[in-house]
Nanobody, 115 residues
Framework: QVQLVESGGGLVQAGGSLRLSCATS????????MGWYRQAPGKQRELVAT???????NYADSVKGRFTISRDNAKNTVYLQMSSLKPEDTAVYYC?????????WGQGTQVTVSS
């Protein structure tokens, strides 16, 4: 069983920054895609950003230019640097990893942006 542990969430004022981390118990030195998703109250979970094992990235239009996804395979960790945060970024943020053997989710970390 692969475990993902997210950290770095919290309360921040609009315009501020946060960095989320997601550590996985399985090596990232294999074909995989890691991503961040978020779910606001009363809304469906949505994609925020993904990064492949080759380093290709994809972002939701709503976060382009403000968020950056990156990975450190040696630490089995993916990051989400969030800047210029807006109240509408408030949500629970989930880490997801897709390996050849399956798909795994973290438990989520709350991000709250106050106006």
């Amino acid at each position: 069983q692969v475990q993902l542990v997210e950290s770095g969430g919290g309360l921040v004022q609009a315009g501020g920054s946060l960095r989320l981390s997601c550590a996985t118990s399985r090596s990232l030195f294999s074909n995989n895609v890691m991503g961040w998703y978020r779910q606001a109250p009363g809304k469906q979970r949505e994609l925020v950003a993904t990064i492949t094992s080759g380093g290709f990235t994809n972002y939701a239009d709503s976060v382009k230019g403000r968020f950056t996804i990156s990975r450190d395979n040696a630490k089995n960790t993916v990051y989400l640097q969030m800047s210029s945060l807006k109240p509408e970024d408030t949500a629970v943020y989930y880490c997801k990893v897709v390996y050849n053997v399956g798909t795994y989710w973290g438990q989520g970390t709350q991000v709250t942006v106050s106006s």
